[in-house]
């Protein structure tokens, strides 16, 4: 039977954004309430005793807090820590940005007025653009995170090939709607959008055949072998080659400290009740639930539940450097004090 570690979170630590994306909901439902920096630490600890390894936060945009260079310098201390900005609030925050291990530039082509376009913001790509050149000279571990979707899929491949050459590494998100699993989902992320929908399975397959070769010469895609074989497979033939780990191996939390499996279910507890509830039953059938669930095609869970075990981690610390980290911070065979107990 698979373990019930939860290896991987991401923590939408605020609903504020900045930018405008065309295929995003979160600007459109924006709140003002989010946690205080206590409880953010507080909900930390809880994290540390469940044997979480690595966290992203993302929102929103998490550099709109204030309190982030605390978040941050607590977490990074105790997890693989990677931090979305959307370019537009990393030179402000450099210091914070020096305390994680991963910056992730949302870019989603060299297309400059395109970019404006899919992010509403004039302007947004030369910002994105200087953040990340910026970055990289100062040392700190900066990444670009394009979305594919039809919209920039035929401009994937020379994208990645411009970063990896200059050594800043690229890791992907696919575009994905949301298609609630329950009422009332945590979070609406994916905003559904004709012009970003991949239609063209083909040429899908195509790219992820021309990541895996390029993959073989540059070691700063991070996207891995396994994922895209995965991903390759969805488009060929519609096989889902992955069970969901949801609330087994991965969840979501949100700038409430509610917890759910992932964004587009309903919230299950709060962060801070995690412990008591983790082994439960209700949480077992939960997981039975979500495993059986093909609601989704984020490739963040794909990832999460692909590479959701020890085995599957070290498959990913082999597969590329990002992870290699995980081993130096958090020993994979770490037994959490909550879950040792029961093992
Ligand atoms: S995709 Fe990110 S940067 Fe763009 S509006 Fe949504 S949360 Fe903000
Ligand atoms: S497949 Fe998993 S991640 Fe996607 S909606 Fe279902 S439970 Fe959530």
């Known amino acids: 039977?698979?373990?019930?570690?939860?290896?991987?979170?991401?923590?939408?630590?605020?609903r504020k954004c900045n930018y405008r994306c065309k295929g995003c909901n979160v600007w459109r439902?924006?709140?003002?309430?989010e946690l205080s920096t206590e409880e953010m630490i507080r909900g930390l600890d809880v994290l540390r005793e469940l044997g979480v390894i690595d966290i992203v936060f993302s929102g929103?945009?998490?550099?709109?807090?204030?309190?982030?260079?605390e978040i941050l310098g607590y977490a990074s201390r105790f997890f693989v820590t990677t931090v979305y900005d959307n370019g537009s609030m990393a030179l402000k925050k450099i210091d914070a940005l020096r305390k994680a291990d991963f910056v992730a530039i949302s870019l989603d082509t060299l297309n400059q007025e395109k970019n404006d376009n899919f992010k509403g913001v004039k302007g947004s790509w030369k910002k994105a653009m200087q953040t990340i050149e910026s970055l990289h000279e100062e040392g700190i571990r900066v990444g670009i995170s394009p979305t594919i979707s039809q919209s920039?899929?035929?401009?994937?491949?020379?994208?990645t090939e411009y970063f990896a050459k200059k050594e800043i590494p690229v890791w992907y998100c696919l575009y994905s709607h949301d298609t609630a699993a329950d009422s009332d989902q945590l979070f609406k992320i994916g905003k559904l959008?004709?012009?970003?929908?991949?239609?063209?399975?083909?040429?899908m397959v195509k790219l992820c055949d021309t990541l895996l070769e390029m993959k073989k010469k540059n070691s700063n895609i991070l996207i891995t072998t396994k994922t895209l074989n995965t991903i390759k497979r969805l488009y060929l033939d519609g096989e889902r080659l992955w069970k969901c780990r949801a609330l087994q191996n991965f969840f979501m939390i949100d700038h409430l400290g509610r917890v759910a499996g992932c964004h587009l279910r309903k919230p299950v507890a709060s962060i801070f009740?995690?412990?008591?509830v983790w082994n439960s039953e209700n949480f077992e059938d939960l997981r039975k639930v979500y495993r059986k669930c093909d609601r989704c095609i984020y490739l963040c869970y794909i990832v999460y539940s692909l590479h959701g075990s020890v085995r599957g981690n070290f498959?990913?610390?082999?597969d590329n450097w990002k992870s290699a980290r995980l081993f130096w911070k958090r020993r994979l065979d770490f037994k959490p004090l909550s879950l040792a107990k029961q093992q």
């Open 273 to 276: 009740d995690l412990p008591n």
């Open 60 to 69: 929103g945009n998490p550099l709109l807090r204030d309190d982030i260079d």
């Open 1 to 14: 039977m698979a373990s019930n570690r939860p290896y991987h979170v991401q923590w939408l630590v605020t």
């Open 29 to 33: 439902e924006q709140d003002t309430k």
């Open 315 to 318: 498959q990913i610390v082999q």
């Open 193 to 203: 959008d004709d012009k970003f929908e991949i239609t063209d399975r083909e040429a």
């Open 152 to 159: 920039n899929m035929d401009e994937i491949a020379s994208l």
